[in-house]
């Protein structure tokens, strides 16, 4: 009897052990800090890109960190909206927008691009053809079909928008054919393919469009420059997991940036770069022919 008590004991034991196992490895996973962003390049460059920095994270966390891409900016946006997401890489677009209805969405670190030897939070988007066309001007794109990327893209619709008003272009008459093409990819490949006669992108995405297609692309007009994408975190992060990832991203050590990965780096920028990109917006949804004082886009600030 008491050897059958004994061995009942035992099973017991074993089995709590497990459950209890279950429980704490349901828990780690439950714990995994989730990183959302849209596909703002080819899908694949850009997972290869952030897998370095993503593992990077994890281990200055000592956590799991995942990285999704989301299919497209909408979902970006949701997912950040029902906290599916802890944290998001969202353009400055997004992050201002989303900001009015989550205030507190809390900002940790902005991107970095290398120009001319120096990081740089901004950069440009550009208005582009195929070579073989004999579109060489903006005037010359009258009449022609054009491809932006998503209405909520900074690169790809919201700042060209915003040039093609201040240009008193209203751009249902102005192109024969308006098309939201979804992503960035997506744009360059039409446009090389000759699907559409032009279209916009951002430098980051034609550089990667033409070690596929080769030098196609003619540039036609930049705009710019655009804050770079952020990474911003969700109101359930805590402050002290906010501050290690925002210290994390300021000292990326070189190592991390593969040659996939176009960010050099990441720093924590003055609140008041989001303020001059949400004057910006008020000015898009303007009636076209609307300028600001200097009747052009309103230049960045010397000290980023």
Not at 11 to 40: H, N, S
Request: glycine content about 6%.
């Amino acid at each position: 009897m008491k050897r059958h008590q004994m061995l009942w004991g035992l099973l017991w034991l074993f089995f709590l052990l497990i459950d209890f196992g279950l429980a704490q490895a349901k828990e780690a996973k439950k714990e995994a800090l989730i990183i959302g962003t849209a596909p703002y390049y080819y899908r694949d460059k850009l997972r290869q890109g952030f897998m370095p920095l993503i593992q990077y994270l994890s281990d200055e966390l000592g956590r799991d960190v995942e990285l999704v891409i989301t299919r497209s900016y909408e979902e970006l946006v949701n997912k950040m909206k029902d906290e599916s997401f802890d944290v998001g890489f969202l353009s400055s677009v997004l992050y201002v927008q989303l900001k009015r209805e989550s205030p507190k969405l809390k900002y940790l670190a902005t991107a970095q691009f290398t120009e001319e030897g120096k990081n740089t939070s901004y950069y440009f988007s550009w208005i582009i053809a195929r070579k073989s066309s004999e579109i060489r001007k903006v005037k010359h794109l009258r009449g022609k079909s054009f491809a932006f990327t998503n209405k909520l893209s900074s690169s790809g619709y919201v700042y060209p928008k915003g040039y093609f008003n201040w240009s008193n272009f209203i751009i249902e008459d102005f192109f024969s054919r308006i098309v939201f093409a979804g992503t960035h990819e997506r744009v360059t490949d039409m446009v090389a393919e000759g699907e559409v006669e032009t279209g916009v992108s951002y430098d980051a995405n034609i550089w990667s469009a033409e070690e596929r297609y080769g030098r196609v692309f003619r540039r036609i007009k930049r705009i710019g420059p655009i804050l770079n994408p952020s990474f911003v975190a969700n109101r359930q992060v805590d402050g002290a997991l906010c501050q290690q990832l925002a210290t994390a991203l300021e000292n990326m050590p070189p190592e991390v940036q593969s040659k996939d990965l176009v960010y050099a780096g990441f720093r924590h920028l003055s609140e008041s770069n989001f303020t001059i990109v949400e004057d910006f917006l008020k000015t898009v949804d303007a009636p076209n022919g609307t300028k600001n004082k200097k009747g052009k886009m309103s230049k960045r600030k010397k000290s980023e």
